[in-house]
């Protein structure tokens, strides 16, 4: 856990609140103007690619780019001066991010070209979750990555059986159109496949048989719907967690209840408003608000609880 490395009152507590800090006031506006430098840095070693205006702005691009990193060197060792534990940060995501950013353009002292793995400061951009207090929506992230995690083993099988149709497509290329078609070897067949399949579709190796073209047809077809299974797992797996993230138990019975809008078991009438509640307040508060809406508000406190529906034993 950062923290200041000098009580608030001192010269070091308050730097650190300026430069750790991200509400409103001196802390917002050093994160907006930090943000605004790397991408001007990013801007300008991207411009120092281009042949053409590295030759007409050579020297502007130089003093820029050491500019760039002489600020973001002085700012780097403000953060070390007025933060502790220093170790902490280092190694912190965002203190190994700064590091790495300053890093290339000293490279490039001894290595040519060293500087051009300044792009790894646009990564620092990741701040602006944090200053425009945009972290509520990295939960979101969250969620599809555990959808992707959920559907690794059915995506592996996916992976698994295209790698096999692109073997045995591609082997059978090699066979059908052979070296005169520019089908050379099995892999180059199994490259051909591969751009065909995903229907990319470079056009540097063409099948010119009948034969070779029937079989090329097939496979871009089946390019079409081979590109909607990924889509449909990972959707699947959403769709799964958007019923499960308001999940109710119910205590009576066991009951899992996944519809968001019930207010009752609908096997033993237990009432789960109350559960209901505690489920969208953590929600809520993942989410990064305060306040959650009531569902007790849609049926009035006082409402009867349903009957036990028939065929289910009271508390079974």
Known sequence: ????????????????????????????????????????????????????????????????????????????????????????????????????????????????????????????????????????????????????????????VFLVTVVCIVIVVGSVMYLVEGPESGFTSIPKGVYWAVVTLTTVGFGDITPLTPLGQTLAALVMIMGYGIIAVPTGIVTAELAQMGNTRHAVECQTCEHVELDPDAKFCRYCGEDLRE????????????????SAPDPSQATSAGAPRPPPAPGRPDGS
């Open 1 to 156: 856990m950062l923290a200041p490395a000098a009580p608030p009152d001192t010269l070091r507590g308050k730097t650190y609140e300026v430069i750790f800090g991200h509400e409103a006031g001196w802390g917002r506006t050093f994160d907006a103007a930090l943000l605004a430098l790397i991408l001007a840095s990013v801007a300008a070693f991207m411009l120092d690619s281009v042949a053409s205006f590295r030759s007409q702005y050579r020297t502007e691009l130089f003093v820029a780019e050491w500019a760039f990193t002489l600020l973001f060197t002085i700012e780097y060792a403000v953060r070390l001066w007025c933060v502790k534990p220093k170790r902490a940060y280092v190694f912190s995501f965002f203190g190994l991010i700064d590091l790495i950013s300053v890093l290339p353009t000293y490279i490039s002292l001894v290595v040519p070209g060293g500087q051009y793995f300044a792009v790894v400061r646009v990564l620092r951009v990741v701040r602006v979750f944090r200053v425009f207090k945009l972290a509520r929506f990295l939960g979101e992230a969250t969620v599809l990555s555990t959808a992707l995690r959920n559907a690794r083993y059915k995506i592996g």
């Open 275 to 290: 559960q209901r509640r505690q489920v969208l307040l953590d929600a809520a508060a993942a989410a990064g608000t305060s």
